[in-house]
């Protein structure tokens, strides 16, 4: 094969495909069509309690655009990390929208599914065996934490796609997965340099957001040829430069020139990016090196329960009297609680307007502004809970007497009736960590579904 | 007037690099502005921990990538992504201490 072209159609499936891109990208005739489905960005509380962070419909419509293009051309659909996580609950949820999308448009499909959970009591006896370390400052993993996390999907790298594509997958539906996986899998497959293959999946996995104007909500080609690839968005809108592919190399990633997956090291610095026209660009000289085989976990745990409130305050002698009022608040809070003492809760003031955004980071400490936000954040062993602290604090928030008031109607002013939300519950990251395995199939069975 | 880092970039971002990770990136519109700003040494492990308030030894990267005209710094978060304690789930706003250094 002279090359290979991979379209890669969104940065995250549901973020509604354009379908004029998509058209363009389907007349270079590509060898494949993937999307990458998950990430952690979102936070822990997708991966705890087996939710999407993307709409129903959204997804439906993305899959069926997708699917209908695979099976125009003849050639696999990939999704990676389906329904965000990649846990059975998130696979499951992409199989039954998969479902109803092939019994709408009446077609038969044959499907490949990953799934990429991980026992807990598997993982249990690896970090017994010493086989388990923690991904950068990752916390280390001990039994009581491990006891608590509720669920840990690995990271599948090429090889379980690949078998997923031999069997004859029109669609692979895989559970987490190695976002640029989904690309370097059939590229491999077809005898493609893995180097420059895992290299062009890094870059085609975000969507168009290699471009100039970036995006993450459309097209763009990926063409790997002898010792190159080739990036090029498929909306005439968006141009790809030397500048914007290689920029895109250091996104989201902890190295500039350096990135690990199942079992290698790609080495970018001696990479070199070429404009090819003003729309294209060619990138060379991306490296791969073997490593020990190291499968990447990621678990989370149930945190609490929380109900927040927010408010603001206006009246500038209050906003002088900021600290004051907040730590008298959570005094009182806490000496009102000290009688629940055996049930836990946090409470914490995030003050926009001082330090909002930043927290700890956050260099500017003063109020220069005349108005200040403030999310009043509590986390408890239950919702009920959570919420009588919450309304306990809030009251206190509202009729605490500072030192020289004049509005005594009260403190803060509130947007939404009622002031406190319920949020449900909260998870925690607690696992992060790499596991030696000796089959990069192991953690990763596969199961073919055919749709009549 | 020597001149701030936000009049000399094309890119400057912050963002997650995983759950326990932020990574802050700033990529150069020219080759000889980033060849200055390089060499002028403004841009290292003990800025970004100066401009943090943070101890070097939690600035886990602070590189340059010459292909991308890049300077790219990695640091612990303060709190794991999403966690409770949490102020920037996606880490997407922990930059703007970077916008207003001053390049000698």
């Known amino acids: 094969m002279s090359e290979f072209r991979c379209l890669s159609t969104i940065g995250m499936l549901g973020y509604g495909i354009p379908e004029d891109s998509l058209r363009r990208g389907v007349e270079r005739r590509p060898h494949m069509i993937g999307a990458d489905a998950g990430s952690t960005d979102a936070g822990p509380h997708k991966l705890g309690r087996g939710v999407p962070d993307v709409s129903r419909a959204a997804t439906a419509r993305d899959l069926g655009l997708m699917i209908r293009a695979g099976k125009e051309l003849g050639v696999p659909v990939v999704i990676g990390s389906a329904g965000g996580s990649g846990a059975a609950p998130h696979v499951e949820w992409t199989w039954e929208i998969v479902r109803e999308v092939a019994a709408r448009e009446g077609f038969g499909l044959r499907v490949a599914v990953i799934w990429a959970d991980v026992p807990r009591a598997w993982v249990a006896e690896r970090v017994a065996a010493g086989r388990v370390r923690p991904l950068g400052p990752a916390p280390a993993l001990d039994a009581p934490t491990l006891e608590q996390t509720v669920s840990i999907v690995g990271q599948m790298g090429t090889e379980p796609i690949i078998r997923a594509l031999d069997a004859g997958a029109e669609l692979v539906l895989a559970g987490r997965a190695c976002d640029a996986a989904i690309f370097a899998a059939p590229a491999i497959r077809a005898g493609v340099d893995p180097g420059l293959a895992w290299h062009m999946g890094e870059i085609l996995e975000c969507g168009a957001m290699c471009a100039e104007p970036g995006s993450a909500n459309d097209c763009i080609l990926g063409t790997l040829q002898a010792d190159r690839f080739v990036i090029e968005p498929m909306n005439p809108a968006r141009a790809c430069t030397p500048t914007s592919v290689a920029c895109h190399s250091l996104y989201e990633r902890s190295h500039p020139s350096r990135s690990e997956g199942p079992g290698h090291l790609l080495d970018l610095s001696a990479c070199c990016f070429e404009p090819l026209d003003d729309r294209r660009v060619a990138v060379s000289g991306s490296r791969y090196r073997r490593t020990p085989l190291r499968v990447k976990l990621e678990g989370s745990a149930l945190a609490g329960y929380r109900t927040m409130v927010i408010g603001g305050v206006r009246d500038p002698i209050a906003i002088e009297r900021l600290d004051e009022i907040l730590g008298a608040v959570e005094a009182a809070t806490r000496d009102y609680f000290a009688l629940v003492r055996e049930a836990a809760w946090s409470l914490r003031f995030v003050v926009y307007g001082r330090d909002g955004v930043m927290g700890a980071l956050e260099p500017m400490r003063q109020i220069t502004g005349h108005e200040v936000g403030i999310l009043l954040d509590v986390v408890a062993g239950s919702q009920e809970l959570a919420n009588t602290v919450c309304a306990f604090a809030r009251s206190q928030l509202q009729h605490y007497h500072y030192k020289g008031i004049l509005a005594t109607g009260a403190n803060v002013a509130f947007p939404t009736a009622p002031s406190d939300t319920p949020c449900g519950s909260v998870y925690r990251y607690t696992v992060y960590h790499l596991v030696e395995v000796d089959d990069p199939c192991e953690l990763f069975r596969l199961e073919m579904r055919e749709l009549p | ?104």
């Open chain 2, 1 to 104: 007037m020597s001149p701030r880092l936000r009049d000399l970039v094309t890119v400057l971002r912050s963002k997650n690099s995983g759950p326990f990770e932020l990574t802050l990136d700033v990529v150069f519109g020219d080759p000889e502005t980033y060849r200055w700003v390089k060499a002028s040494g403004v841009l290292s492990r003990a800025t970004v921990a100066r401009l943090y308030g943070i101890g070097e030894e939690r600035v886990l990267v602070a590189e340059f990538f010459d292909p991308a005209l890049a300077f790219k710094a990695t640091i612990v978060r303060p709190t794991p992504s999403g966690t409770v304690g949490e102020t920037d789930t996606y880490g997407a706003q922990q930059h703007a201490p970077l916008l207003d250094l001053v390049v000698p």
